[in-house]
Nanobody, 121 residues
Framework: QVQLVESGGGLVQPGESLRLSCAAS????????MEWYRQAPGKQREFVAY???????NYADSVKGRFTISRDNAKNTVYLQMNNLKPEDTAVYYC???????????????WGQGTQVTVSS
């Protein structure tokens, strides 16, 4: 089973930057798509960005041009570079990995525990 651990969150002022990391560990055959979601208090969890194993990316309109998702397949780690942060970016950020335990398995989604990002002046 895969375990995902996010790190890199914190408190920053508007306009500043953070880089989040999510490292996958455990026993699994492969990780295909890796994604970032976020959830603000009292709101639904929303999609932020995804990246495929081959490097194709997609972003929510709210973060496009400011955030960059990347991954290091050798380290089983996905990153989210967040630039020009805004107060509305404040949320718990969650990593999600679509995992195959074996080459014959149906992929399933695995979630990290989340890391807090607070953008405030």
């Amino acid at each position: 089973q895969v375990q995902l651990v996010e790190s890199g969150g914190g408190l920053v002022q508007p306009g500043e930057s953070l880089r989040l990391s999510c490292a996958a560990s455990g026993r699994f055959f492969s990780i295909n798509v890796m994604e970032w979601y976020r959830q603000a208090p009292g709101k639904q969890r929303e999609f932020v960005a995804y990246i495929t194993r081959g490097g194709s990316t997609n972003y929510a309109d709210s973060v496009k041009g400011r955030f960059t998702i990347s991954r290091d397949n050798a380290k089983n780690t996905v990153y989210l570079q967040m630039n020009n942060l805004k107060p509305e970016d404040t949320a718990v950020y969650y990593c999600k990995a679509d995992v195959q335990n074996t080459r014959f398995s149906i992929p399933f989604g695995s979630w990290g525990q989340g890391t807090q990002v607070t953008v405030s002046s």
